[in-house]
């Protein structure tokens, strides 16, 4: 193979494999367990939360910028598919303090997951220009670079977040997306050519 067929090579695995990445179901941001601590324990059946959010709900009519209370109505409403509710309670919750984490990482949640990878990013990166080592937000821009088959940078973010999460839970799961990576890229998927 000649240099310039080898790299033409390498971009299509490389494309390849983020393609494949993606439709294996891709790579998920996280939010802040430090802010997760109200939040419903995971379980296999679904938590009811209807006597909780209307208990938030009217807690927030006496406290309109609570932003404990506006972070777990946006939890729960994301758990239950109302992306623009969730959405709406964090943009009152950063109204009130723009520096929130827990906020910014959420909000950054709910925007991947209305298929707006630019404002995750940007949720993401306020995060770092409060704490350029916080490790969530690190973990979260690798896997916003992972999707856009950007996998160096990727690889930069989640090594950070490996740096500087020691055992939080992005940090695990930074290590593991990069052993995704590795494996990726040393096992390709490449179709086979089909006959002429």
């Known amino acids: 193979m000649t240099g310039m067929a080898s790299r033409r090579y390498a971009g299509a695995a490389a494309a390849l494999i983020a393609a494949a990445a993606i439709a294996a179901g891709g790579w998920f941001l996280t939010s802040s367990k430090k802010g997760a601590g109200s939040a419903a324990p995971q379980s296999a059946a679904p938590v009811d939360t209807t006597h909780e959010k209307a208990f938030l709900m009217e807690q927030l009519r006496t406290n309109s910028t609570h932003e404990p209370i506006l972070l777990r109505l946006a939890q729960i409403e994301r758990s239950e598919g109302d992306l623009a509710g969730a959405r709406q309670h964090l943009e009152m919750a950063l109204k ?3 520096n929130l984490t827990d906020v910014h990482l959420e909000l950054g949640l709910v925007y991947s997951q209305m298929n707006d990878p630019a404002s995750a990013e940007a949720q993401n990166r306020e995060v770092l220009r409060g704490d350029p080592h916080q490790p969530d937000a690190l973990y979260n821009l690798g896997a916003i670079c992972a999707n856009r088959g950007d996998t160096l940078q990727a690889r930069a973010f989640w090594t950070d977040a490996v740096r500087y999460g020691g055992n939080n839970d992005s940090a695990d799961k930074a290590r593991q997306a990069m ?8 096992d390709p998927i490449i179709p086979k050519q089909q006959a002429p």
Not at 179 to 186: E, F, I
């Open 96 to 98: 009130g303090d723009g």
């Open 179 to 186: 052993q995704r990576l590795d494996v990726m890229q040393r």
